[in-house]
């Protein structure tokens, strides 16, 4: 009996009292109550499931995920990624750096809450398309027109391929860096990471030669480096060109032009000295790092470092002297000079007549 009817009969009935027995009328409108509390509790419940299914192909969900993933490529562009405790500690305080890393934001792009990010978006991108696709097809199918409609789709799949490849490398691919200096061969590289971890290649990859070409401005215009892989012995890959966004793929991994310098261990610099007051004169080279005694003498010098260009001057190294019982002297001895006899220290001249320089590759 419909609710309304039951509750006018029930009105009109008297005695107007509850018959527990379950035959009188207002036992059977009370009852009718409850059943319709069940109904309600029941709609509530499968409106609620839906409710949380749908959040995940709806567009409150996309354009959030869209809004989060930019801003964090961002913040990942803006603060370096995996560099070394020391780089950090010379950019940020000790304190901004603690916090950084607790955050996940110095190797972002490792982090569970970026996977799960992107992994929500893939999850949302998929069920949006799935919700849809089927009536779109009955329409497409019903009426012969709309194939192209169908090209969402496609881009969906082209977006989802990327996600996916990006979860793939973020979870077991890996990102490392060497530097090779021209005629060197290298077997291992550099994770990055905080811990600068070497990971062994299984193979050779030897620097044949690097090329930069310069700007009038001085600035770089283009640069190369010619590899070779070697498998034991055997030479697989022979004087391969490496361009900047032209990368080289072997066994699997991708090899990018990414930077480029002098070599500190392959650079010389040659220099000619004088003592006064005595006929000694010599020219020397000296490998960066590496301390010669000066010919005749007890002294000896040092080559510790080499700068492009020093104070607005130039061209220069830093070099130390070594006298016996007397301390260290160290001072920046520049190119330029050399047309106005050097520079005295002490008793010795000394004159920056060149510098040998080898480049190193940057991968």
């Not at 009817?5 to 109550?33: A, V």
């Not at 990102?175 to 811990?195: F, H, K, M, R, W």
């Amino acid at each position: 009996m419909p609710l309304r009817n039951l509750l006018k009969e029930t009105l009109h009935q008297e005695p107007f009292i509850l018959d527990i027995s379950g035959g009188g009328m207002i036992w059977k409108f009370l009852n009718e109550l409850l059943k319709l509390r069940d109904l309600t509790v029941k709609e509530k419940g499968r409106k609620s499931d839906k409710g949380r299914v749908s959040f995940f192909y709806s567009l409150k969900l996309t354009i959030p995920l869209l809004i989060l993933l930019a801003a964090l490529s961002v913040i990942g562009t803006l603060i370096p990624q995996n560099a070394t405790e020391g780089e950090y500690l010379r950019l940020y305080s000790k304190e901004t750096y603690y916090i950084l890393k607790g955050l996940g934001l110095l190797d972002m792009y490792h982090s569970w809450w970026f996977i799960g990010a992107l992994l929500l978006l893939a999850i949302n991108l998929t069920a949006c398309s799935l919700k849809r696709l089927p009536a779109l097809w009955r329409q497409v199918r019903e009426t012969k027109k709309g194939y192209a409609r169908l090209g969402t789709y496609l881009t969906h799949l082209s977006v989802l391929l990327i996600l996916l490849g990006g979860l793939i490398g973020s979870l077991w691919g890996f990102n490392g860096y060497v530097e090779i200096a021209e005629g060197e061969t290298i077997e291992e590289i550099y994770l990055n990471s905080p811990q600068r971890v070497k990971m062994p290649l299984g193979f050779k990859v030897r620097c044949d030669a690097f090329r930069i070409d310069l700007y009038p401005d001085g600035s770089p215009k283009e640069y190369i480096s010619t590899l070779t892989f070697i498998e034991g012995e055997k030479v697989v890959l022979d004087h391969v060109p490496l361009r900047v966004n032209h990368p080289i793929t072997y066994r699997g991994l991708n090899f990018y032009q990414a930077s480029y310098g002098i070599s500190e261990r392959s650079t010389k610099a040659i220099l000619e000295i004088k003592k006064e007051g005595k006929k000694i004169f010599s020219t020397i080279q000296l490998g960066q790092g590496e301390i010669k005694r000066i010919p005749g003498t007890q002294a000896q010098i040092g080559f510790m470092k080499y700068r492009a260009r020093v104070h607005n001057m130039g061209e220069a190294i830093l070099l130390v002297l070594f006298i016996p019982h007397s301390p260290p002297e160290s001072f920046w001895l520049f190119k330029r000079l050399s047309s106005l006899g050097g520079w005295q220290v002490g008793d010795f001249t000394f004159v920056f007549k060149g510098l040998k320089k080898k480049y190193y590759t940057g991968i």
